[in-house]
């Protein structure tokens, strides 16, 4: 979901059914898994870069996991902005805050909550090879592979998910439901 301007701040919480899809503990099973994947996959010094505000509560379990596995990431934030207060995406992408450490050169690993139309990465992607990044590798918690808009699959993906708007472990809806430990399904009513 987007921020900045009209960040939905004084609404209220929108009443709703939230049902379980990946509960915490298959979450931090996969979250390790994918840890185990990386390190298989990217060596060396790398810089991963979390995009806020969705991918906050995954970067922190992920680069947590990341140590386990003897990497030494560093870690930046670039906030950006899709989709406003809707559940469609609009298709128009902003960077609100920018990223400000180095990234000419480096090995980049691009870390988001989910990839659906695909705008947001390949807006974030391209980007950064125009700043003339090494290589960028992209991981996503989620996976919406039916919705994409635009060319772009992720190197590590979590979970495939379902077409359905869910919630939680950072994904928002409206800016709520970041704080659920699982990952769920909003259901209206
Ligand atoms: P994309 O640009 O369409 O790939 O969408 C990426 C962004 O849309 C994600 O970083 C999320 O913030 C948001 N998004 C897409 N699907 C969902 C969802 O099911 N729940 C919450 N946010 C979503
Ligand atoms: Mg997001």
Same mark, same amino acid.
């Given at each position: 979901?987007?921020?900045?301007?009209?960040?939905?701040?004084?609404?209220?919480?929108?009443?709703?059914?939230?049902?379980?899809?990946?509960?915490?503990?298959?979450?931090?099973?996969?979250?390790?898994?994918?840890?185990?994947?990386?390190?298989?996959?990217?060596?060396?010094?790398?810089?991963?870069?979390?995009?806020?505000?969705?991918?906050?509560?995954?970067?922190?379990?992920?680069?947590?996991?990341?140590?386990?596995?003897?990497?030494?990431?560093?870690?930046?934030?670039?906030?950006?902005?899709?989709?406003? !207060?809707?559940?469609?995406?609009?298709?128009?992408? !902003?960077?609100?805050?920018?990223?400000?450490?180095?990234?000419?050169?480096?090995?980049?690993?691009?870390?988001?909550?989910?990839?659906?139309?695909?705008?947001?990465?390949?807006?974030?992607?391209?980007?950064?090879?125009?700043?003339?990044?090494?290589?960028?590798?992209?991981?996503?918690?989620?996976?919406?592979?039916?919705?994409?808009?635009?060319?772009?699959?992720?190197?590590?993906?979590?979970? !495939?998910?379902?077409?359905?708007?869910?919630?939680?472990?950072?994904?928002?809806?409206?800016?709520?439901?970041?704080?659920?430990?699982?990952?769920?399904?909003?259901?209206?009513?």
């Amino acid at each position: 979901m987007g921020s900045g301007p009209g960040d939905g701040t004084t609404q209220s919480k929108p009443a709703a059914k939230v049902s379980v899809l990946f509960d915490a503990d298959r979450i931090a099973a996969r979250v390790a898994a994918l840890a185990k994947e990386i390190a298989g996959g990217v060596g060396g010094d790398f810089l991963v870069i979390s995009i806020l505000k969705g991918s906050f509560v995954f970067s922190a379990d992920l680069i947590r996991a990341m140590h386990g596995e003897g990497m030494h990431p560093q870690i930046d934030f670039i906030t950006l902005s899709s989709y406003g !207060e809707a559940t469609e995406s609009s298709g128009h992408v !902003e960077i609100t805050r920018d990223v400000t450490d180095r990234i000419r050169g480096r090995t980049i690993m691009l870390v988001d909550d989910i990839l659906e139309s695909g705008r947001t990465l390949a807006f974030a992607k391209t980007m950064l090879l125009d700043r003339a990044a090494g290589e960028v590798k992209v991981c996503v918690f989620l996976d919406k592979p039916n919705k994409r808009k635009v060319a772009i699959e992720a190197d590590f993906v979590g979970f !495939e998910c379902p077409d359905e708007f869910v919630v939680g472990y950072g994904l928002d809806y409206a800016h709520y439901y970041r704080e659920l430990p699982y990952v769920g399904i909003l259901e209206s009513g």
